[in-house]
């Protein structure tokens, strides 16, 4: 398994994925082995690791995220990848096409990027009067950038200004919220990214601290205290990609198998941090919601 995220912040997808493996029949220590390599925030560690990896010999090499991905891709042709949490499999160039993946390298997509003026728009509607929205992302991650472009297209077409709050290490965030209030943002949205995720409770402080609504791909930011969440369930992308885990140790071909996407979107409302933002969020939204918090 290889990640450019944090040990530490992986626990919980860890846990999903382990449930869908044994599901298939796999118990760890008995059937199978997980060996990890966590790049703890540095990107450029990426291909190192992966060469680790695949020195190793693995029977399977399961990656999270773009770079991730792209680095198992780089460093064999022939061991399988399997790939969730990757925004865009053609565009990154980890696939030609997702009915045909072709190669060695399939998984599931979470197609974020294309999902993001979908985003902008669910905030839009929560807040009518927002004219201004930062988004956080990590500006060393390809598939952040994509999704921080897509935002800054359709910015103008909600009547939204996009700024720029990206960065390249947790050291930064203080200073993107500080100019963020400074610019009288009225909300921030936080691209999907593994070493964003592993700073998730400082950077819902801060976004407290300066009384702005925190929006984000999954629920999980909404159920700590972020005001909104829509996108695919994590847990149930992780469990998913055991499925294909299991039939590639069992002899498929990563070829044969055509990249997932995700099978549901949820939008969950943290409506106890609407209230102490002062927000009254409208029916029409609240008919919508998958889940609220109260």
């Known amino acids: 398994m290889l990640s450019p995220g944090m040990a530490q912040g992986s626990s919980v997808e860890m ?21 990890s390599q966590f790049g703890e925030g540095s990107p450029q560690r990426m291909q190192e690791l992966a060469a680790e990896l695949v020195r190793l010999k693995p029977d399977l090499i399961f990656t999270i995220n773009t770079q991730a991905a792209l680095a198992a891709k780089s460093a064999t042709r022939t061991i399988p990848v399997v790939f969730v949490r990757v925004s865009d499999p053609i565009g990154a160039g980890l696939v030609p096409s997702l009915a045909r993946p072709e190669g060695n390298v399939t998984g599931l997509a979470s197609f ?10 669910l905030l839009k509607q929560a807040i009518p009067r927002l004219s201004r929205v930062a988004v956080l992302w990590n500006s060393q991650s ?3 950038e994509l999704v921080f472009n897509g935002l800054k297209a ?3 077409r909600l009547g939204v200004q996009i700024q720029d709050a990206g960065v390249r290490g947790p050291n930064e965030l203080a200073s993107v919220f500080d ?10 949205i936080v691209s999907d990214d593994l070493v964003l995720d592993s700073y998730r409770t400082e950077i819902l402080a801060l976004a407290a ?16 205290g972020g005001l909104m969440a829509y996108g695919p369930s994590l847990s149930d992308t992780y469990r998913r990609a055991a499925t294909y885990v299991d039939r590639i140790l069992r002899g498929a071909n990563p070829a044969d198998l055509p990249v997932q996407q995700p099978a549901k979107f949820d939008l969950v409302i943290n409506l106890k941090t609407a209230k102490t933002l002062g927000l009254t969020i409208p029916p029409s939204l609240l008919l919508r919601a998958d889940q609220l918090i109260e």
């Open 142 to 144: 390809k598939g952040a």
């Open 179 to 188: 100019a963020a209030a400074d610019a009288r943002t009225g909300a921030v």
């Open 154 to 156: 359709a910015g103008p």
């Open 15 to 35: 846990a999903a994925l382990r449930t869908g493996l044994r599901e298939a029949g796999y118990v760890e220590g008995q059937n199978i082995r997980i060996d």
């Open 112 to 121: 974020v990027a294309e999902m993001g003026p979908k985003r902008l728009e």
């Open 209 to 224: 601290k300066h009384r702005l609504g925190v929006a984000s791909v999954y629920r999980e930011y909404a159920n700590a």
